[in-house]
């Protein structure tokens, strides 16, 4: 069955980075595209940035534009995000999963990200 498993969360101040992992299994990793998600308290979920399956063209919410890296690496099943210049508003659970339209039903825990001073 489907998993995703992020990890790499954790707690920063302001202007410092992370690297964010999702170890994906039980679908074709290599053959679909793949998004990080984040949602803040009392928000609803949110699209941060996607990656295509073959040519790994980029895309990124306004919001993180020029800080956030999506990337991925089909032979491990994996797929990363970046996170520099972290602001106290990217404080979140960061979930990983298929390009939005194309969403498993199933999410993982996810990976919590704090920043503040």
């Known amino acids: 069955q489907v998993q995703l498993v992020e990890s790499g969360g954790g707690s920063v101040q302001p202007g410092g980075s992370l690297r964010l992992s999702c170890a994906a299994s039980?679908?074709?990793?290599?053959?679909?595209?793949m998004s990080w998600y984040r949602q803040a308290p009392g928000k609803q979920r949110e699209l941060v940035a996607s990656?295509?399956?073959?040519?790994?063209?980029?895309n990124y919410a306004d919001s993180v534009k020029g800080r956030f890296t999506i990337s991925r690496d089909n032979a491990k099943n994996a797929v990363y995000l970046q996170m520099n210049s972290l602001k106290p508003e990217d404080t979140a659970v960061y979930y990983c999963?298929?390009?939005?339209?194309?969403?498993?039903?199933?999410w993982g825990q996810g990976t919590q990200v704090r920043v503040s001073s």
């Open positions: 999963n298929r390009r939005p339209g194309y969403q498993y039903t199933y």
């Open positions: 039980g679908f074709p990793f290599s053959s679909v595209g």
């Open positions: 990656i295509t399956s073959a040519s790994g063209t980029t």
